[in-house]
């Protein structure tokens, strides 16, 4: 609502005052409309420490005069509303606003972050500093909200957690205190069961050694098959029945036939007990569709001597065939099917063997060698 304003001039700031011209001048002159907006700066403009200076306040319905120190206390009293919704007179605002209103940004004293004073406790809610006690009950607080991961993974001794030799079959868990007890009472317990993962994993790669062997054959029409500690194996021959050697798996050319080499130690049928036995064995190959059937060619079996003094010369024990088309053994072999092989039951005696060098360093070679009369023409 505009109202009108009038001072008496007498009383101006810096005593400074005005002729009786302009004094009735200024009397005369229609009062100005002043909005609320202005009338502050009025007040200071006219000097709130002047108490002879009188105002003339003109409303809608009456006029009034008011020295200056009237209109202070009038202005004190004036009614705002704050953004809060709450009604507050101007000399409430400074204390309203930093003690009152829900509005106001408080800081967090854990995390000192700045948050309105409504607010607050949601936020405490969430704080990442917010003080917490241990969930299991292990009897530390005043843990931060963000570290109580790590206190249970790292420090907690209520938490319940895995034997570290679960990896080798051990399935207790315990709070993370008793696991030096669980340690020396179980010391026995988790040496067998590392004893026994070392001898799964040494026969997994014996395994795995064999297949590789059969993964890449050998495809020039030649073996040479190295046995090593052949004597232990001999032994092993003599004390049980039909204990084979058998040889990594060659072709006679890249898409040829399939062999192997077969050896019994302690000798097999008329050898057993007294001879060395070596058979070859046709195997089902990769290309055999591709090939001429029965099997057609000449075998030569050898065991290699190892003495290699040339006044003596290698004295090696070599025996060939060539298969009749009628043998059942070098037909078509059939998958998954029982491979009858083909060789000498009395190939070299015992006796030869540990009088000569065909077996030094514990270990003897055998040589395969195979002629095709016919191959694959891809």
């Not at 990442?128 to 530390?140: A, D, E, I, K, W």
């Not at 053994?329 to 190939?347: D, E, H, M, W």
């Amino acid at each position: 609502m505009p109202h009108s304003v009038r001072f008496d001039p007498r009383g101006l700031r810096g005593g400074n005052r005005s002729n009786s011209t302009s004094q009735e001048a200024l009397n005369s002159s229609p009062p100005a409309p002043m909005r609320s907006a202005s009338f502050p700066a009025f007040l200071n403009y006219v000097g709130r420490d002047d108490v002879r200076s009188e105002v003339v306040y003109r409303g809608s319905e009456r006029s009034r005069s008011h020295t200056m120190s009237q209109i202070e206390i009038e202005r004190e009293s004036d009614i705002f509303t704050c953004t809060c919704g709450q009604r507050i007179s101007r000399g409430q605002i400074t204390s309203h606003m930093s003690e009152e209103c829900p509005r106001r940004l408080t800081k967090c004293q854990y995390c000192r972050a700045q948050v309105k004073f409504e607010d607050m406790q949601s936020h405490l809610q969430v704080c990442p500093r917010f003080p917490l006690s241990c969930p299991n009950s292990c009897g530390v607080s005043q843990i931060p909200r963000e570290e109580v991961d790590r206190h249970l993974t790292h420090d907690c001794r209520s938490n319940l957690i895995h034997c570290p030799f679960k990896h080798v079959g051990c399935q207790h868990q315990c709070p993370q205190r008793s696991l030096t007890q669980h340690l020396e009472d179980g010391m026995k317990k988790h040496l067998e069961l590392v004893s026994q993962l070392a001898l799964d994993q040494r026969k997994e790669i014996d395994e795995l050694r064999e297949i590789v062997k059969h993964c890449k054959p050998f495809t020039d029409s030649k073996l040479y098959w190295k046995i090593d500690d052949f004597w232990n194996k001999f032994e092993d021959a003599k004390h049980k029945t039909n204990v084979e050697l058998h040889s990594p798996s060659f072709y006679t050319s890249p898409y040829g036939y399939k062999f192997k080499i077969v050896v019994f130690p302690y000798g097999n049928g008329s050898g057993e007990g007294s001879h060395l036995s070596l058979y070859v064995r046709l195997l089902p190959g990769e290309y055999d569709s591709l090939l001429k059937w029965p099997f057609e060619g000449e075998i030569a079996l050898s065991l290699l001597d190892q003495n290699r003094d040339s006044n003596w010369g290698q004295r090696n024990i070599s025996q060939s065939f060539s298969p009749d088309p009628n043998w059942k053994s070098f037909q078509r072999p059939v998958k998954n099917g029982a491979t009858l092989g083909f060789g000498y039951p009395q190939f070299v005696s015992h006796r030869g063997l540990e009088s000569t060098s065909y077996v030094k360093g514990n270990c003897l070679f055998i040589k395969a060698t195979i002629d095709c009369k016919y191959s694959a023409d891809l």
